[in-house]
């Protein structure tokens, strides 16, 4: 139960480090400095590498998405614009484009 206890204080520790934008090098060496020892450091070290990996698979989830609206936007756009015969530019090669990339970004950030 104590070992719980120090994991979980070591734990508020490195999240409220990760909070301030500091890297795992800082991390790992402010953990030393309260006297972690190696086990508990790398069980605290997974959590956080798990913490991270969490926000970036957010984040990237959100490009995704934003990509694939951007995509379908192009595609209705063009169906609607060829109907009245507009120029199709725009819609086929602009959203296209921007949403191909946001979402190639979307998906590198969650499997990088």
Known sequence: MEHN???????NT?????????????????LLQQGAD???LSEVLLQVKRIRNAKRT????MLVLLGVVLLG?????????SGTGASLDFA???LTAIG????IAGLAMIFH
């Open 5 to 11: 206890l120090s994991i979980n204080s070591y734990l």
């Open 14 to 30: 490195a999240k409220s480090l990760i909070e301030q934008g500091r890297d795992n090098a800082f991390i790992e060496t402010q």
């Open 38 to 40: 190696q086990t508990t």
């Open 58 to 61: 957010q984040n990237g989830s």
């Open 73 to 81: 936007m192009g595609f209705v756009s063009c169906i609607f614009l």
């Open 92 to 94: 086929l090669y602009g």
């Open 100 to 103: 191909a990339v946001i979402l």
